[in-house]
């Protein structure tokens, strides 16, 4: 089936460290979005990327890096920079303004 | 800068009764509005999506409407079941971005 998969489900962070978190999808969209979803707010954009090999900033860049070597991959590093990184992490991919974007089932990321 | 408000940010009606949610978004120059329905713990599925053209769109027990002008629109819940329980996101889409609103959380009760 199409769709995209963000793995893990659940990531504990320590203290000092980068970790990644992985989106993948096979509906063979050309823009892929991250979204940082926290209790009682709308979702915010993160980055996002129009095509392969480039990428924007969304709202709430800062602590947070991409990549888009592939059309099916966009990975999303959250770094040391990022303070307040606990909260839920959904991708989501689309083609054109006029089509809806379509959402992975998130990864929880909470802080050890 | 879009903002988009949704209200109530709670709301609980017993079963069989149509429920009726609101959006609202600053900026009219949008391409589309999206309606989305989000699980606990779960990702985003899109419910409708609403092009700037258009007025109204269905799909089964579903309906959205849109009135640009004003800046709202309205998603229509007939005949509501418990499963219909979750929160429902509304997002308006200017160019490349969607912004969202907080979302309505429904309750049916049984």
């Not at chain 1, 989106?23 to 940082?36: G, I, P």
Request: aromatic share 10%.
């Amino acid at each position: 089936d199409g769709g995209i998969t963000q793995s893990p489900k659940y990531l504990f962070r320590k203290e000092g460290q980068n970790v990644t978190l992985s989106c993948e999808q096979n509906l063979n969209h050309d823009a892929m979005y991250w979204y940082r979803q926290d209790p009682g707010q709308g979702l915010r954009l993160i980055y996002y990327s129009q095509i392969v090999n480039d990428f924007q900033k969304g709202d709430i860049a800062e602590g947070y890096s991409v990549s888009r070597e592939k059309k099916e991959s966009f990975p999303l590093t959250v770094t040391s920079a990022q303070k307040n990184p606990t909260a839920f992490y959904l991708c989501a991919s689309g083609q054109g303004r006029n089509q809806p974007q379509h959402f992975g089932d998130g990864t929880r990321l909470s802080i050890l | 800068k879009q903002e988009v408000t949704q209200i109530p940010a709670a709301l609980s009606v017993p079963e069989g009764e149509n429920l009726v949610l609101n959006c609202s978004f600053t900026d009219s120059a949008i391409y589309n509005l999206q309606w989305f329905r989000q699980d606990p713990g779960k990702g985003l599925t899109s419910l409708l999506l609403i092009q700037s053209s258009q007025r109204e769109q269905t799909s089964g027990r579903l309906n959205a409407s849109l009135d640009k002008s004003s800046g709202r629109s309205t998603l229509y819940i007939a005949a509501s079941q418990p499963g219909d329980s979750a929160t429902y996101l509304c997002a308006a889409r200017n160019d490349y971005k969607l912004s969202f609103g907080a979302g309505t959380t429904v309750t049916v009760r049984a």
